[in-house]
Nanobody, 127 residues
Framework: QVQLVESGGGLVQPGGSLRLSCAAS????????IGWFRQAPGKEREAVSC????????YTADSVKGRFTISRDNAKNTVYLQMNSLKPEDTAVYYC????????????????????WGQGTLVTVSS
């Protein structure tokens, strides 16, 4: 069964850190472009970060640049999102998604029909 499972979300105080994991089963992650997205209540889904299948180049949204870092561990078939200096406005459900057809430049813009989506993990930043 092809699936992505996110983990690592939770409640954290402003200024704190979390590391989200996106573990794949049923397929090999390093052949896919992986994106992290988030959706806050009442807001549209936002592409946060991405790592490309072809050359491991990355994309990071301006809203999280300098605070969030995406990385890939091929041995564990897992992609991570390290989130530092968290702010209340980072509160959202975070999803990872995978697609074998595109690199980040396309994935962050055209992401409605990506091949595999995870179920999401909730991140709450609050004191």
């Amino acid at each position: 069964q092809v699936q992505l499972v996110e983990s690592g979300g939770g409640l954290v105080q402003p200024g704190g850190s979390l590391r989200l994991s996106c573990a794949a089963s049923g397929f090999t992650l390093n052949r896919y472009t992986i994106g992290w997205f988030r959706q806050a209540p009442g807001k549209e889904r936002e592409a946060v970060s991405c790592i490309s299948r072809s050359d491991d180049s990355t994309y990071t949204a301006d809203s999280v640049k300098g605070r969030f870092t995406i990385s890939r561990d091929n041995a564990k078939n897992t992609v991570y999102l390290q989130m530092n200096s968290l702010k209340p406005e980072d509160t959202a459900v975070y999803y990872c998604a995978a697609d074998s057809r595109v690199d980040c430049s396309a994935l962050v813009v055209h992401n409605r029909y990506l091949e595999v989506w995870g179920q999401g993990t909730l991140v709450t930043v609050s004191s």
